[in-house]
């Protein structure tokens, strides 16, 4: 009788290794390709010049338009996908709610708002800055939610309709305030700006966006186990050791200050926080421990390339990039839900 061979067991170094050279390839690709492709050497060559000290003979044009203009936007979004779908990560398993995604729970809207607030009426007199005002918007939009779905029976049917009807109301008041108080010129840079563009980002920026993507990755790895619980229930959680109310504030303010970040820098995108953790728990599973990383990289890339797609789609425009997530994710969610149901 022979015995069948077993497949040798995959080293777990090879996954962190995978990912970063995925990653790394993501980034000098959003970095070479876009409104004016530009070789793969060219790009290498002004890396080199500017991280190692290097002195390659560059074109000094192509060389700021690489270093001063797509790498921080490539880095940036990056992060803002990573933190977005780390986002929704967090608010599926704490809602229990497949979903729930900052955009759907009102946390973008109220992101958006507090963000046009500051810009449009100068509230703070300037001591408050927009990332500020996103952060404060945010979590007066989730506040607001969580209340009302409370009142509402606090089931999770509730919460996601209350998500809704906070979006709404604070979409409405981001339109009044433009409508009130932004002159021609500032109305269509703010709402273009809301469907989610990169297009003004540089260096200082990436100084907000991977912090606040760092930070959220750390909570949710140092609290993948606790998420793991609250699958089965914030009873159940508790009933297992987890400090269910210190978990629920560390993670919803780790989810906030992303959510408000990334919104102040580049307008509200959605999809990213819907999308991407379904897709990786199918290729991981819905232990947290991976799926947290997965997501993480799967958003940082989606983004990446979300951004060359924007850049690349019409010849001599930028398509905002909230447009291109939403034409990809809502085909790839369809067919999602067509995918559970036939499993159900």
Request: aromatic share 6%; hydrophobic share 60%.
């Amino acid at each position: 009788m022979t015995v069948p061979a077993t497949r040798p067991a995959v080293p777990a170094i090879i996954w962190p290794v995978a990912g970063a050279v995925i990653l790394v390839l993501a980034v000098l690709g959003g970095v070479a390709i876009g409104e004016t492709a530009l070789p793969f050497d060219l790009v290498l060559k002004v890396l080199a010049n500017n991280l190692l000290g290097a002195s390659h003979q560059v074109n000094a044009i192509d060389a700021g338009i690489l270093w001063s203009y797509r790498l921080p936007r490539v880095l940036v979004a990056a992060a803002c996908g990573a933190g977005l779908a780390l986002s929704g990560v967090v608010l599926q398993s704490l809602v229990r709610n497949a979903l729930a995604d900052p955009y759907l729970l009102g946390v973008s809207a109220g992101a958006g708002t507090g963000a046009v607030a500051v810009t449009i009426l100068g509230l703070g007199g300037g001591v408050i800055g927009m990332s500020v005002g996103a952060f404060i918007g945010a979590a007066s939009s989730f506040a607001m939610v969580v209340i009302l779905a409370r009142v509402a029976g606090g089931g999770s049917a509730q919460l996601v309709l209350a998500g809704i009807a906070g979006s709404q109301l604070f979409n409405a008041l981001t339109s009044f305030l433009i409508t009130r108080s932004a002159n021609a010129e500032q109305a269509r840079g703010i709402m273009y700006w809301l469907l989610g563009n990169l297009s003004g980002v540089r260096w200082p920026d990436t100084a907000l966006a991977i912090p606040a993507a760092a930070i959220g990755l750390l909570a949710c790895v140092w609290h993948a186990r606790a998420m793991d619980a609250f699958s089965f229930g914030a009873s159940a959680a508790a009933s297992l050791g987890v400090s269910v109310r210190k978990v629920q504030v560390v993670l919803i303010g780790a989810t906030t200050l992303m959510t408000a970040t990334m919104v102040s820098l580049v307008g509200s995108i959605g999809f990213v926080g819907l999308v991407i953790p379904h897709a990786m728990r199918f290729v991981v599973g819905p232990r947290h421990g991976r799926l947290v990383l997965a997501s993480a990289l799967a958003g940082a890339v989606f983004l990446i390339a979300a951004d060359i797609i924007s850049r690349i789609l019409i010849p001599g425009r930028v398509v905002p990039i909230g447009v291109v997530t939403a034409l990809i994710g809502a085909p790839g969610f369809a067919m999602i839900l067509v995918r559970n149901r036939r499993q159900a």
